[in-house]
């Protein structure tokens, strides 16, 4: 008994060295800390043997302790089982659980205060149970690295390209020894362009530490392609000094070419930072867009300044939480139906007001702007009054969150793309609505001259309302979008009005063109001032430059043409 | 025409009489008789009068740029917080080593924010003269640029409204910056004394109360003459008619920029008498809202009367402190119904449902 129970010892004696090498390989001489540490482990905990099936490994994963767990952890990115990839990271996400009743593992997703869980061995769904009935298994931050690398692992060997990249990209910054053995044996049968890219770059990495000179050389040659940040901290501490004055890189002709290749991987930073750069500020001047935009119309059409048009992005806004209060099972598709619903409402308000109030201050635009601004507080206490004082949280669709990296130094947020897209179609639409429309004729005609218009027949009263009620819904749309990227409160649109009036006094009165042009222009000068001076500090530049620029231009950037601009 | 100066000038008279009255009566009757009484006046009612007293001024000054020169500015506020900025200043630096940090010189949100001296633009504010002096100087530098700017290059109706509006959001946002050196988002506050006198003591308060009454006593006599005067007569031609008076060989932008500059000035010694009444000046005084409210006063007591903004200064925020204290919510309600039903039905405002005159925009 004793003897074998010693040989077994001994059998395990290299499974834990392995086990316990992964979590400390990022310093190479940890090999040796752990050994010892495993020499007084020994004598404390006996091991078992490797579990039989996938079922017994389960159940040991649920009641050993934690190095058992470990190294069932281990065992189970080995055995290529289809269910171990998703039981571990079941388990990673602390969604692995023990049912109560009869011991067995369960997978559970919260649910409305239960759970829903599902048999972890079959996948099968197993109803709900309360929060008492199962009982969850904890982890250690040990273990969270070692299940971390094996999901890694088992990503390997996932038939779907993207999940194989994203598994050797969670590489880069941890690979061992062990891992490159991995990564060789995959490097054979990858086909992928990519994931082969990532896994040189990893092997690269490595070279660096190679004791030959002609290898590390080799290695910089491999680097220089990468957009990789672990690559530029890697070189950038490789040409350094280390804390005994001693260069890192023994050898100058590596420094050298190291150093050379920082230069070109830092231009293609600063390139690729001028890039965000510029699509943060058209993001940024995308809401300007879409804020002003409807402005724009209603003033350059009608020569009244609506300060409630802030608060009809408001409404937008809260039509869009309202939506997903009703179906909150759909958050994708009720934002997409906020959208019509939001221009809706919004562009009904907006008919509202103009056949209530501005048609009877006809010629009169600062009083207009002075009665538009008691609707505006009106509009913002009606809110507060109904949803109450505190902002309201509108939840990003799956699709519009996240950001999409395109490498190590430009990622893109989602939400900020589709805003850009969404702001590009709605100028688009209106465009087309101006330009080939009945109504979008006779709203220029009435821009133009207003007297001579309604000479010819055109239906001034009824232009004009249907032009608040357009650049209305386009308000509401714009709230749609804001609702994305901020908070939902009763405050939302005062915060936006003195921009969008910036945005439509700078690019001009009545010109599509121009606000976009000043919208876009304005976020990205924002934007390009911010690393230097700070957000606010940015954003009172800008006001300062369009107060200095009204002087020079006190009809904007594109100066609408006509005898109505004089009146 | 004339007719109609006479029973404006006497209704006018009547307001400017009252107030009179009330810079008067008010500390009499507390110096008689004794606290307790029911003609003793309490701290809070002097305080709130005097209060009451400034924005009369601020919308007296609003009502010379709006219902005599035609510029709706959007940002009046901004020279009245100028004024209050500066007035806090002197008030800080009279705090000396009484505050919590105990520095001597240093304010106590520059000790916070580990400031080693106090910026080049704090020195002096410990003379009252001096702080007296940028009281006018500092919203009158300011309108002067600003108006030199935008009247030059004629930049008239909403485009000027918006870029005042820009101004005093700009304002806002820059004060609210720590690194200004103004108390950032809190604000100028904590005074204890003014010429060395306790700020929180009633003697205190009925001075304010008398030098914010005579001070809009004055104002109001200085501009009504002024609006009788060349310049006032050319400014109200120029509202009504810009272009044919520049035609007419008249200096417009200058006749304008005096006024605004005026205006500014006397804005901003509203704000100096405002903030050691309340106690606190912070960058919220500079929004795009509050600048809005005083438009509000204007329209409501009727513009182009001067009178009528004292009647609305006081009517609007009379109802205010009362409905912010009964019911909070009804108050943007009010405010808002009263903006639209204001400019609808009462274009002349509230004055001018009793004072009859002739054919008056």
Redesign the interface.
């Known amino acids: 008994m004793k003897a074998n129970s010693m040989v077994c010892s001994y059998l395990w004696l290299s499974v834990l060295l392995l086990v316990l090498s992964v979590p400390c390989m990022a310093q190479g001489n940890a090999v040796e800390a752990a050994v010892s540490e495993l020499a007084s482990e020994r004598t404390e905990s006996r091991v078992d043997p490797l579990p039989a099936s996938f079922a017994e490994a389960l159940t040991r994963l649920l009641r050993g302790n934690i190095k058992e767990r470990e190294q069932i952890v281990e065992h189970l990115s080995t055995t290529g089982h289809p269910r171990a990839q998703v039981v571990l990271e079941a388990l990673l996400n602390g969604e692995l659980f023990e049912l109560k009743a009869d011991g067995r593992p369960v997978i559970g997703a919260e649910n409305q205060g239960g759970y829903a869980i599902s048999d972890a061995l079959t996948g099968d769904a197993l109803g709900y149970v309360g929060r008492g009935d199962i009982a969850k298994i904890n982890l250690t931050n040990s273990l969270r690295v070692t299940l971390r690398k094996a999901i890694g692992r088992l990503q390997l060997r996932s038939g779907d390209a993207a999940s194989r990249l994203a598994a050797v990209n969670a590489m880069i910054t941890s690979a061992d020894d062990k891992t490159l053995e991995l990564l060789r044996t995959f490097e054979a049968t990858e086909r992928d362009e990519r994931v082969l890219a990532a896994m040189r770059l990893i092997f690269a990495l490595h070279d660096l530490r190679s004791d030959h000179k002609s290898v590390r050389l080799n290695a910089l040659d491999t680097l220089k392609e990468y957009n990789s940040l672990e690559v530029y901290n890697r070189l950038s501490v490789l040409v350094d000094r280390d804390d005994d004055g001693h260069f890192v890189e023994p050898d100058a002709d590596v420094r050298k070419k190291a150093k050379s290749v920082l230069v070109k991987i830092d231009a293609r930073r600063q390139f690729y930072s001028a890039v965000e750069t510029v699509f943060f500020g058209l993001s940024l001047g995308a809401v300007l867009v879409l804020a002003a935009i409807g402005l724009a119309i209603t003033f350059g059409v009608m020569g009244v300044i609506n300060m409630a048009h802030g608060e009809l992005m408001m409404l937008g806004a809260y039509t869009t939480y309202v939506m997903q209060q009703i179906m909150p099972e759909y958050l994708g598709l009720s934002v997409l139906l906020a959208i019509p619903a939001a221009f809706v409402i919004s562009a009904a308000v907006g008919i509202a007001i103009e056949r209530g109030i501005i048609c009877f201050l006809y010629g009169r635009p600062l009083e207009t702007l002075l009665a538009t601004f008691g609707v505006s507080l009106f509009l913002q206490q009606t809110v507060r009054s109904i949803f109450s004082p505190l902002n309201r949280s509108v939840t990003t669709p799956e699709w519009m969150s996240g950001s999409w990296q395109i490498n190590d130094f430009l990622s893109l947020t989602w939400n900020r793309f589709y805003i850009l897209l969404f702001c590009l179609l709605v100028f688009t639409v209106l465009l087309q609505i101006l330009k080939r429309t009945r109504l979008g004729l006779e709203v220029r005609a009435v821009a133009q001259n207003r007297n001579m218009a309604k000479a010819m027949g055109i239906p001034t009263a009824r232009v004009d309302a249907l032009t608040f009620g357009l650049g209305s819904g386009i308000a509401g749309v714009a709230g749609v979008a804001l609702s994305q990227i901020t908070n939902v409160g009763p405050n939302l649109g005062q915060s936006y009005i003195v921009d969008s009036f910036m945005v439509v006094v700078f690019g001009g009165v009545g010109n599509l063109w121009g606000t976009l042009v000043a919208g876009f222009s304005l976020g990205i000068v924002n934007k390009m001032l911010e690393p230097h001076a700070g957000a606010v500090l940015a954003k009172i530049l800008v006001l300062v430059f369009i107060i200095l620029f009204i002087q020079k231009r006190p009809r904007g950037l594109f100066p609408q043409k006509g005898r109505a601009t004089e009146a | 025409m004339n007719g109609h100066s006479f029973t404006n000038h006497k209704a006018g008279s009547v307001v400017i009489a009252l107030v009179a009255a009330v810079t008067v009566l008010v500390p009499l009757c507390n110096a008689v008789f004794p606290d307790g009484s029911a003609l003793h006046f309490s701290a809070y009612t002097v305080s709130l009068l005097g209060k009451y007293m400034t924005f009369a001024l601020l919308g007296l000054t609003l009502d010379l740029v709006w219902g005599y020169c035609g510029i709706?500015a959007l940002g009046h506020g901004a020279f009245f917080a100028l004024g209050g900025y500066a007035i806090g200043m002197y008030l800080m630096r009279q705090i000396g080593n009484r505050g919590v940090y105990g520095d001597p010189v240093l304010p106590d949100f520059m000790v916070f924010l580990n400031w080693k001296e106090l910026p080049w633009y704090w020195l002096g504010f410990d003379q009252f003269w001096f702080a007296s002096l940028m009281v006018l100087i500092v919203p009158g530098s300011l309108a002067f640029v600003?108006g030199w700017?935008?009247f030059?290059?004629?930049?008239t109706?909403?485009?000027l409204?918006?870029?005042t509006?820009?101004?005093t959001?700009?304002l806002m946002?820059?004060f609210?910056?720590n690194e200004m050196g103004f108390g950032g988002n809190n604000g100028l506050t904590d005074f204890k004394s003014i010429l060395g006198f306790t700020i929180q003591s009633e003697a205190v308060r009925l001075a304010l109360l008398m030098i914010s009454g005579l001070s809009l006593i004055g104002a109001f006599l200085l501009s009504r003459w002024i609006i009788k005067t060349k310049l006032g007569r050319v400014v109200t031609a120029v509202r009504d008619q810009e272009s044919r008076v520049r035609f007419l060989g008249y200096r417009v932008e200058m006749f304008k920029l005096w006024l605004f500059v005026f205006a500014a000035m006397l804005a901003g010694l509203a704000g100096a008498l405002y903030v050691p009444q309340v106690g606190i000046i912070n960058p919220s005084e500079f929004s795009?809202?509050n600048s809005?409210e005083i438009?509000?006063w204007v329209?409501l007591g009727g513009r182009g009367t001067l009178y009528g903004a004292i009647v609305g200064a006081v009517l609007v925020n009379y109802g205010k402190t009362v409905l912010t204290g009964l019911l909070p919510?009804i108050w943007?309600?009010t405010?808002?119904?009263?903006?639209?039903l204001v400019?609808?039905f009462l274009?002349r405002g509230l004055v001018g449902l009793l004072v009859r005159d002739g054919k008056e925009s």
């Open positions: 709706l600003f700017l935008a030059r290059s004629r930049v109706g909403v485009y409204s918006i870029i509006q820009a101004l959001y700009a946002l820059a609210f910056r795009p809202l809005l438009v509000v329209a919510e943007l309600f405010l808002g119904a009263a903006f639209v400019t609808m274009p």
